[in-house]
């Protein structure tokens, strides 16, 4: 009971200060992760093996860390989730190359003669490209990729980049829950359960396109007056330039292109190739190293703070996980519903939708999936439906705060290095009522259709 009061209050207190914005984020969870394995794990638990449980280092050594031969492999960790933290950080080196080979600046432009330099459209297609992409591409990739992109874009027309870039991460979430591959619980949810990528498209596809067509105009009243209004002499010294002057070296330009279609490539087939995203992630990395003239400097210039905020922020989850913190909000939901499907899709989703918003959407999947499976066979009621339920809950919910998704995480921390800090007030002022509105509208399609 002490170590589980100790694990809530660490937790909270680093919530605080994170919103609070008083020291770096990455300190504050590094600092709260230390104090997990020391105070709740080692002096109240005087469990070592619970360290090395939240520390996760052996799971590395598995061969199925890195290819699983095709065979379902059971993705639901605790502790660190060292095939986020590896993805992610090749994905940082991989985008860091794309950047310096131009591919950035090129594309601002490309997609800017598009709609005739307008910010407003910039927004819409923005908003599409994201939450299509993210079907197909892990969400935390599109993210990187379109952040830097729309940073770029916001400086060569002079306007205010973070409502591009908060719109662009919750249609990136939104996306992401239509496929198994989009977003990180869903690919936990559909292992686990045996789902494929059809499975999904067919189910929570319909809700994602169907939130994405009262997402968009949602977003477009929400900024279209933050960035309608127009530079028109940056307008129109931008028409006056070539998209091709922005690649300094097409041969660069043209290797850069090519690893990140073969990065798409192994993503969207990691499935069928056996290879995981973890895998995947240091591929990318060690082909934009390679031909890369300066690997360290490149090194030197990717984001590690973020990589180590995901590490200080899986360690402090991973108090809540061990010591049955989350497990117990799981279980209450059996004794809650009493076997009504309808209260047990309602309670799922909003508790789903509000935990994920606080505590990191992939732990959480991970937690719940065998409570829905034990709901499902003691119960009698379709575990698929469940599957959904749950998928949009962490999905959707995750999208309502900073630290919900790892996307979130990816983005804010991409518009803070290029000198544009988003802070929670302004974050949640949007995505909040947003994540609202779509879990609300998945909970209704969800009750009428199943």
């Not at 105070?39 to 699983?68: G, I």
């Not at 990318?284 to 190293?289: I, K, N, Q």
């Not at 991973?318 to 209260?343: K, Y």
């Not at 959480?364 to 339920?389: D, K, R």
């Amino acid at each position: 009971m002490l170590s589980q009061i100790l694990a809530v209050v660490i937790f909270v207190v680093m919530f605080v200060e994170i919103v609070r914005e008083k020291f770096p984020r990455y300190l504050v969870t590094l600092v709260a992760g230390a104090l997990t394995l020391v105070v709740v794990f080692l002096v109240t638990m005087q469990s070592v093996p619970d360290v090395l449980k939240a520390l996760s280092l052996n799971s590395m050594a598995d061969v199925t860390f890195w290819y699983t031969g095709g065979h379902v492999v059971n993705e639901m960790n605790t502790g660190i989730n060292w095939s986020t933290v590896i993805f992610i950080s090749g994905m940082m080196i991989m985008v860091e190359g794309m950047s310096e080979a131009g591919l950035f600046d090129w594309l601002c432009l490309r997609l800017a003669k598009l709609v005739n330099y307008k910010p407003v459209p910039l927004l819409i297609c923005f908003m599409i490209l994201s939450a299509v992409l993210s079907m197909f591409i892990d969400s935390i990739t599109v993210i990187l990729f379109l952040a830097v992109a729309s940073v770029r874009l916001a400086h060569l027309l002079k306007f205010d980049p973070i409502p591009l870039i908060i719109a662009e991460i919750f249609t990136a979430n939104l996306g992401g829950s239509a496929t198994m591959s989009g977003d990180p619980p869903n690919i936990i949810i559909g292992t686990a359960l045996g789902l494929t990528f059809g499975d999904f498209l067919c189910n929570t596809g319909v809700i994602a396109l169907v939130g994405m067509v009262v997402m968009v105009p949602y977003f477009y009243f929400c900024f279209r007056k933050d960035i309608g209004q127009a530079n028109e002499q940056a307008r129109r010294e931008a028409m006056e330039l070539d998209p091709r002057a922005s690649i300094p070296n097409l041969r660069k330009f043209s290797i850069s292109v090519t690893i990140f279609l073969v990065t798409v490539v192994l993503l969207v087939t990691h499935a069928m190739t056996g290879l995981t995203v973890a895998m995947v992630g240091v591929i990318a990395a060690v082909l934009t190293l390679a031909v890369n003239k300066n690997p360290i400097l490149l090194l030197q210039r990717v984001d590690w703070q973020t990589v180590l905020f995901f590490i200080g922020l899986f360690l402090t989850v991973s108090g809540l996980e061990q010591t049955g913190v989350l497990e117990a909000m799981a279980n209450g939901i059996a004794s809650i519903t009493g076997g009504n499907m309808m209260v047990m899709v309602i309670i799922i989703i909003w508790l789903s939708a509000v935990a994920s918003a606080f505590v990191d959407n992939i732990p959480f999947a991970a937690t719940m999936v065998p409570v829905i499976t034990s709901l499902s066979a003691t119960m009698g009621v379709e575990l698929n439906t469940l599957a959904w339920t749950l998928s949009m809950g962490t999905d959707i919910g995750g999208s309502a705060t900073p630290i919900g998704a790892s996307a979130n995480v990816a983005g804010t921390a991409i518009a803070a290095r290029e000198g544009h800090p988003i802070s929670w007030g302004r974050y949640c002022k949007y995505s909040a009522p947003a994540a609202v509105i779509v879990v609300g509208i998945s909970m209704v399609i969800i009750l009428l259709r199943y």
